[in-house]
């Protein structure tokens, strides 16, 4: 098991410039998130998924799109970024469709939106 | 809406001394609480959880958190640190729709 993977592991942008960060789990989880974790805020959800063709926001949704066309697949969409986005992003899955369990981790992307 | 309080942003131990890392949390019903580790450049592991039952948990790496409902509190706990142990440590509060972190505590190990 891979558990739950990332790309790229770190990207540099432009403002205005779009991208996608890609995340895959292959758990068969139906529960995806994503975070972004700033220095000495914590981790901060972005968008969540219970299962396929069903996302949701989290606390920070603003200039982010997800779409779950697939159990395994959860990427996340920069539309226009902007340097207030220079974060680093993880993914993290859990079983069961329920945040209350466990919850598994990527290694994150690093952004720096210039 | 649910908060979680991490007081201390650095501790520095000494390797072989014991380790408290606090956290307190607000939340309106029986909260499930995690401790997640995060190693430099990694990902977040989880050290332990609480959902139900006996209030003293055991996690890995020789880990160890009491939850005390009066207190609010959910820390967590190490006998003796080791120099590897040396990471940013979070503590969580589940709820429907993700964890809400508290904003993490550095540990520094001593020689």
């Known amino acids: 098991n891979a558990g739950v993977t990332q790309t790229p592991k770190f990207q540099v942008l432009k403002t205005g410039q779009s991208m996608t960060l890609q995340c895959a789990q292959d758990m068969n989880h139906e529960y995806m998130s994503w975070y972004r974790q700033d220095p000495g805020m914590g981790l901060r959800l972005i968008h969540y998924s219970v299962g396929a063709g069903i996302t949701d926001q989290g606390e920070v949704p603003n200039g982010y799109n997800v779409s779950r066309s697939t159990t395994e697949d959860f990427p996340l969409r920069l539309l226009s970024a902007a340097p207030s986005q220079t974060s680093v992003y993880f993914c993290?899955?859990?079983?069961?469709?329920?945040?209350?369990?466990?919850?598994?981790f990527g290694p994150g992307t690093r952004l720096t939106v210039l | 809406a649910q908060s979680v309080t991490q007081p201390d942003i650095h501790i520095t131990v000494s390797e072989g001394a014991s380790l408290e890392l606090r956290c307190n949390y607000s939340?309106?019903?029986?909260?499930?609480l995690f401790w997640y580790v995060q190693s430099p450049g990694q990902g977040l592991q989880l050290l332990l959880k609480?959902?139900?039952?006996?209030?003293l948990v055991q996690g890995i790496k020789g880990f160890e958190a009491e939850f005390k409902r009066s207190q609010s509190s959910f820390n967590l706990r190490k006998p003796s640190v080791h120099w590897s142990d040396a990471a940013e440590y979070f503590c969580a509060v589940g709820r429907a729709d993700g964890l809400t972190f508290g904003k993490g505590t550095h540990l520094i190990i001593q020689p």
């Open positions: 939340y309106g019903a029986t909260p499930y």
């Open positions: 993290a899955s859990s079983s069961e469709g329920s945040s209350y369990n466990e919850q598994f």
């Open positions: 609480y959902f139900s039952g006996d209030t």
